[in-house]
């Protein structure tokens, strides 16, 4: 399996038929503990991906991934645009123009996403944000990618499995940074909608490749 | 969910649409990206003030665009932040050369997507300053959270810097009225019931017969607690009490008292939030110069109030009674 | 039932308070008996404008003192029109010897009060004439009913009455302007939901999710029939319908196109009814020569709307266009 | 049993009573077909009566007919305000001052008030409102005074009866006044709130008098 640009577009496409499908659910996480709108602006966000990928396919991931954070920054709004136009923009940059990409290189562009929401949201592992699903993908993708599997499936699994477990790992976290914070303690006991919204984004690069 | 709408997604494109219809005299709309801006934008030497966010708070942004207020408003989808390239060209449409002055709310997304679009304003070279409006002592404030959120103040804010910039204030000189606004004015909020978001379909939490929210914002969150209904006076000391504690409001200070609804309350009921409220600070030895009471920055259709407090000093009570021209205050033009 | 009110009997007094601390600048309170005064009230050698009928319509009427508009104001108990001892002091209260119109929504209550008033007061040697206003289309109008209610149109009476009074038309005349805005004036309207009279506790009527009430009045009265929800297109065209024909409007007509909130629904809807309203009366051939988008005449915190086109000819035009200085209405002053 | 300013006072009193207790049942009837404030404008107006009553006894009957009828006028607002107003008040000239009620001066009161809510209503029989029965109520007991009963107590009680039935023969009718004929064909089925209370008003008569 080789992570080129095609597999890209795959995954971009699966990205957006994944919101489609997690449209309610998103809304309804959002609804316990924030005000309704990701899965809105997450499915919005994507059809408008999948629109422009239409006008003509990109030549690379990083091409695929860059007209991803450009579409993403002007089309979702709320905090999750810019963070995830961010983070598409930084992978993008990683990965520069490369033809495909080989495992070391997917784990260094998810650490690359993963630290532009960073500088952008300033969150901490434990914030009950999306860098609570990031955060572990990035560790299991350095280590799936390190161990020298030079399958690119598994780096991609390991990553998507390490997200989910980071996204149901944020149920009992107090929020500290996002909409959910204004809860304090009440934030408790709820997933984190762009945790879940990160790991459905990296579930779908493994759909893509497989 | 009962609404009059055609369709939850296009439900901020026709209210805009009717609200340039119906406002044709003062401002002009555009549609795609979707802003709105001061018909005579952009104005000779003056310095432009933009502001936007989630919409559903009308008439917070559009309302306020106009002579003495704002010279757009950058509505995003409901309760969602708008995007840099909405932002971008109203901040460039009402960019005379003397630079403009973003005003937002202090949540995640507004902020983020402010900043992108003053990164790259700058790059166009128009000067921009931002004025952070959070004003809500419901929230915690502190380097580890999100911070205050901006509610009510906002209107005060985007009220006493318009009339700054209309009076030839500096870019400068207006975002520090701004801030100065800001740091003077406290607010917080009551819900009695939920809205509901048009997409989501269903009222944003689920409160009792007999139970209230006390400390909610504007975006149908849940609030810091629920308590069991009380009546209006006990209310109003619960939401005023932390205001005037955070402000440390006494003897002597001059205050504007604004009581907002959050969309779905009767105008008397507010009046009558505002009479104990009146009550409240001149058992302080406050005295209340001024005064704002309706529907001015909502949830939908939330039942429910927020009430505000900002010290005035002569400068902004002077810059409050400056003329206004908008569709939703106006006066003395 | 939740409200922010401290106790159901004492919701009028405390909201006209409320009212007359946060207005003090405009208007003077009288408690008991219960009546609201424009503060320079009389006006050497100008025709008072008196109205009232039930509480709960806010802000109609005390927010149409002032000004340009109103003389005094007679809130009654919620939905129960007031009594001649609160009509007959006000009346006397804003006669500066030019004489008195009462303006009187067409309901059994309002007519017989003010009816009641009015003989006392031309017995005190104060000249009275009524204006009634029955602009509902909802309503059959025949001589064994009771004849329309008067709805929307009240705020558009009030307003270019007023104006007439404040440039210094006589008694007969303003009296006969008001009735010329009556005859030309209809309006329809719709309930998503019910409202909730204080003492009352439980909602005027129960209405399913998905239905609504077509032809609803000001005061939680079930309307003439129930029909599955619409949008909000299909429902603009619906009200819209019956208030055209009646009036005859076509090519060539100008018109006000007033779009009113029962008092519980945002603005933004009210924006996308006048968008489609708009859209119809171009169809037509009419032109909109000015609008009114808003909360201004409510059943309390029931959802929905109502409709009401004027004809408008230049003498109305220039009068709606006058200066009025009220808490609910201001321009030009 | 004689008819005079103090079974007067004790018929108000008990008119007062009614009001609070039938408080609820008068709301909800004109929720139905109204709106929602009959019960509460009834009780506020007699309790302000039996404050008036309170104030010093009236001499006669008329006097303290009179005296409702000025303080319902002023404290009760809405329809019912002026129509009551004005039916003690034609009831109390009626009455004259005479200090006792004879059977045929009652009924000459009754059908006196109702003219009066006739003249300022301008309702008809069967228009479904107070009228219906008021009108009944007339006519017993003008029947009953006039088959030469010199029993007060025998004349109120049919005005009493008739009303109550005169009450509940509304329920069928179509309003074609007050605020129930805004609802056209849908009063139908509905009681009217006016006429219930004046049923309880006349029912209070008897029981002054028992
Ligand atoms: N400061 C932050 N850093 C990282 N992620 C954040 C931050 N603030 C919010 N988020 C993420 O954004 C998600 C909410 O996105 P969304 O609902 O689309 O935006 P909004 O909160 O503006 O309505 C949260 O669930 C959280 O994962
Ligand atoms: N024109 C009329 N003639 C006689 N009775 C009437 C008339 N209009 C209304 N009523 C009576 O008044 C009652 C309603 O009184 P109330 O609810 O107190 O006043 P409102 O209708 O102003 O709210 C009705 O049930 C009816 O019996
Ligand atoms: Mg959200
Ligand atoms: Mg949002
Ligand atoms: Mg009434
Ligand atoms: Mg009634």
Redesign the interface.
């Given at each position: 399996m080789v992570l080129d640009a095609a597999w890209a577009v795959r995954w971009l496409n699966l990205c957006a038929e994944a919101m489609a499908e997690h449209r309610v659910e998103l809304i309804e996480l959002d609804r316990a503990i924030g005000d309704s709108d990701h899965g809105e602006n997450m499915d919005r966000g994507f059809q408008a991906v999948v629109a422009k990928l239409g006008e003509g396919a990109p030549e690379t991931p990083g091409a695929a991934m860059k007209l991803t954070a450009m579409t993403l920054m002007s089309k979702v709004g709320g905090a999750a645009g810019p963070l995830y136009g961010t983070a598409f923009l930084r992978a993008a940059t990683s990965l520069g123009d490369s033809a495909e990409i080989d495992p070391g290189a997917w784990a260094s562009a998810l650490a690359a996403a993963r630290d532009g929401i960073v500088a952008r949201g300033k969150a901490e592992p434990g914030d009950k944000t999306m860098v609570d699903a990031w955060t572990p993908a990035v560790d299991a993708a350095r280590a799936a990618a390190d161990a020298g599997s030079s399958d690119a499936l598994a780096v991609l699994v390991a990553a998507a499995e390490a997200a989910e477990a980071g996204a149901v790992a944020t149920d009992p976290l107090v929020a500290r940074k996002g909409r959910a914070s204004y809860l304090g303690e009440r934030s408790a006991g709820h997933r984190d909608p762009g945790a879940v919204s990160s790991a459905l984004i990296l579930r779908a690069a493994v759909g893509a490749a497989a | 969910m009962?609404?009059?709408?055609?369709?939850p997604k296009s439900?901020?494109a026709?209210?805009?649409?009717?609200?340039g219809?119906?406002h044709a005299d003062l401002v002009a709309i555009s549609e795609d990206p979707t802003y709105i801006t001061r018909k005579d934008a952009p104005v000779n030497g003056k310095v432009g003030l933009v502001s936007g966010g989630?919409?559903?708070h009308?008439?917070l942004h559009a309302?306020y665009v106009g002579k003495g207020m704002l010279d757009a408003a950058v509505p995003?989808?409901?309760?969602?932040?708008?995007?840099?390239?909405q932002i971008l060209p109203a901040t460039l449409a009402v960019n005379s050369g003397a630079g403009v002055v973003h005003i937002v709310k202090n949540?995640?997304?507004d902020v983020?997507?402010f900043?992108?679009a003053a990164e790259l304003a700058e790059a166009e070279g128009v000067s921009v300053r931002t004025v952070l409006v959070n004003d809500d002592v419901?929230?915690?404030d502190s380097l580890?959270?999100?911070g205050r959120?901006g509610v009510g103040g906002t209107v005060l804010v985007e009220k006493i810097a318009g009339a700054a910039a209309e009076r030839g204030d500096s870019l400068d000189g207006v975002a520090s009225i701004g801030e100065r606004v800001n740091a003077n004015v406290r607010t917080m909020g009551v819900a009695?019931?939920a809205c509901t978001?048009p997409?989501?379909g269903?009222p944003?939490?689920d409160l009792a017969?007999d139970e209230?929210e006390i400390g909610i914002?504007i975006?149908?969150?849940?609030g810091?607690?629920r308590i069991p209904?009380e009546?209006?006076?006990g209310?109003t000391d619960r939401l005023l009490e932390p205001v005037l504690a955070d402000l440390n409001i006494g003897s002597g200070d001059k205050v504007l008292l604004f009581v907002n609804g959050m969309?779905?309350?009767?105008?008397?009921?507010?009046?009558?939030?505002?009479?104990r409220a009146?009550q409240v600070l001149k058992d302080k030895g406050a005295t209340?110069e001024r005064?704002l009471?309706g529907?001015y920055i909502?949830a939908?259709?939330m039942?429910?109030?927020s009430i505000s407090v900002l010290r005035l000093d002569d400068e902004l009570t002077e810059l409050w009674d400056a003329p206004v021209h908008t569709a939703a205050l106006?006066?003395g033009a």
């Amino acid at each position: 399996m080789v992570l080129d640009a095609a597999w890209a577009v795959r995954w971009l496409n699966l990205c957006a038929e994944a919101m489609a499908e997690h449209r309610v659910e998103l809304i309804e996480l959002d609804r316990a503990i924030g005000d309704s709108d990701h899965g809105e602006n997450m499915d919005r966000g994507f059809q408008a991906v999948v629109a422009k990928l239409g006008e003509g396919a990109p030549e690379t991931p990083g091409a695929a991934m860059k007209l991803t954070a450009m579409t993403l920054m002007s089309k979702v709004g709320g905090a999750a645009g810019p963070l995830y136009g961010t983070a598409f923009l930084r992978a993008a940059t990683s990965l520069g123009d490369s033809a495909e990409i080989d495992p070391g290189a997917w784990a260094s562009a998810l650490a690359a996403a993963r630290d532009g929401i960073v500088a952008r949201g300033k969150a901490e592992p434990g914030d009950k944000t999306m860098v609570d699903a990031w955060t572990p993908a990035v560790d299991a993708a350095r280590a799936a990618a390190d161990a020298g599997s030079s399958d690119a499936l598994a780096v991609l699994v390991a990553a998507a499995e390490a997200a989910e477990a980071g996204a149901v790992a944020t149920d009992p976290l107090v929020a500290r940074k996002g909409r959910a914070s204004y809860l304090g303690e009440r934030s408790a006991g709820h997933r984190d909608p762009g945790a879940v919204s990160s790991a459905l984004i990296l579930r779908a690069a493994v759909g893509a490749a497989a | 969910m009962k609404k009059l709408i055609n369709d939850p997604k296009s439900v901020v494109a026709e209210s805009v649409q009717g609200f340039g219809l119906a406002h044709a005299d003062l401002v002009a709309i555009s549609e795609d990206p979707t802003y709105i801006t001061r018909k005579d934008a952009p104005v000779n030497g003056k310095v432009g003030l933009v502001s936007g966010g989630g919409s559903g708070h009308e008439p917070l942004h559009a309302g306020y665009v106009g002579k003495g207020m704002l010279d757009a408003a950058v509505p995003g989808a409901v309760f969602t932040s708008p995007t840099p390239d909405q932002i971008l060209p109203a901040t460039l449409a009402v960019n005379s050369g003397a630079g403009v002055v973003h005003i937002v709310k202090n949540y995640t997304g507004d902020v983020l997507n402010f900043e992108t679009a003053a990164e790259l304003a700058e790059a166009e070279g128009v000067s921009v300053r931002t004025v952070l409006v959070n004003d809500d002592v419901a929230v915690e404030d502190s380097l580890y959270t999100a911070g205050r959120r901006g509610v009510g103040g906002t209107v005060l804010v985007e009220k006493i810097a318009g009339a700054a910039a209309e009076r030839g204030d500096s870019l400068d000189g207006v975002a520090s009225i701004g801030e100065r606004v800001n740091a003077n004015v406290r607010t917080m909020g009551v819900a009695l019931s939920a809205c509901t978001v048009p997409h989501a379909g269903q009222p944003s939490f689920d409160l009792a017969d007999d139970e209230i929210e006390i400390g909610i914002g504007i975006h149908g969150e849940p609030g810091r607690h629920r308590i069991p209904l009380e009546n209006a006076d006990g209310i109003t000391d619960r939401l005023l009490e932390p205001v005037l504690a955070d402000l440390n409001i006494g003897s002597g200070d001059k205050v504007l008292l604004f009581v907002n609804g959050m969309g779905g309350t009767p105008q008397s009921e507010l009046y009558i939030v505002y009479r104990r409220a009146v009550q409240v600070l001149k058992d302080k030895g406050a005295t209340v110069e001024r005064s704002l009471v309706g529907n001015y920055i909502t949830a939908l259709e939330m039942q429910g109030c927020s009430i505000s407090v900002l010290r005035l000093d002569d400068e902004l009570t002077e810059l409050w009674d400056a003329p206004v021209h908008t569709a939703a205050l106006r006066w003395g033009a």
